[in-house]
Nanobody, 126 residues
C-alpha cells in the first residue's frame, strides 16, 4: 500500500490544521492507521492511531484533547485534525499503516507499522 500525506504548512500558535493521508494500492485489506511526528535529532513520536473500524483511537499524551484522528474507508483516507496548535507541535508528520485481522486493533509503536508516507511539514509560529 502507498501512503500520501498532505495538509501541512505554517500556522500561528492557537491555530488549526488538518492533515490527510490517502492510501492506494492494496486497500481492500484492513489497515490500522497511525500518525507520528519527528523533529531533527529526536526519535519518531507517537501522535495518534485509529483502528480499521474507526471505533478505537489512541492519542499521545502531548496531543490529547487537541488532536482528533478519523478515517473514511470509502475514500481510503485518514485525517488528523489539529487544534490549539503550539510551537512544540512543529515537526514532520508521518502517516503509517499496518494490516490487521481484527477491526478493533491499532498500534502505537513505529516498529509495528510496515507502510509509511513521505511526511508533511507542520510549522507553528509562536
Amino acid at each position: 500500500v502507498q501512503l500520501q500525506a498532505s495538509g501541512g504548512g505554517l500556522v500561528q500558535a492557537g491555530g488549526s490544521l488538518r492533515l490527510s493521508c490517502a492510501a492506494s494500492g492494496r486497500t481492500f485489506s484492513m489497515y490500522a492507521m497511525g500518525w507520528f511526528r519527528q523533529t531533527p535529532g529526536k526519535e519518531r513520536e507517537f501522535v495518534a492511531a485509529i483502528s480499521w473500524s474507526g471505533d478505537s483511537t489512541k492519542y499521545g499524551d502531548s496531543v490529547k484533547g487537541r488532536f482528533t484522528i478519523s478515517r473514511d474507508n470509502a475514500k481510503n483516507t485518514v485525517y488528523l485534525q489539529m487544534n490549539s496548535l503550539k510551537a512544540e507541535d512543529t515537526a514532520v508528520y508521518y502517516c503509517a499503516a499496518e494490516e490487521v485481522y481484527r477491526g478493533s486493533y491499532y498500534y502505537t509503536v513505529p516498529d509495528e507499522y510496515k507502510y509509511w508516507g513521505q511526511g508533511t511539514q507542520v510549522t507553528v509560529s509562536s
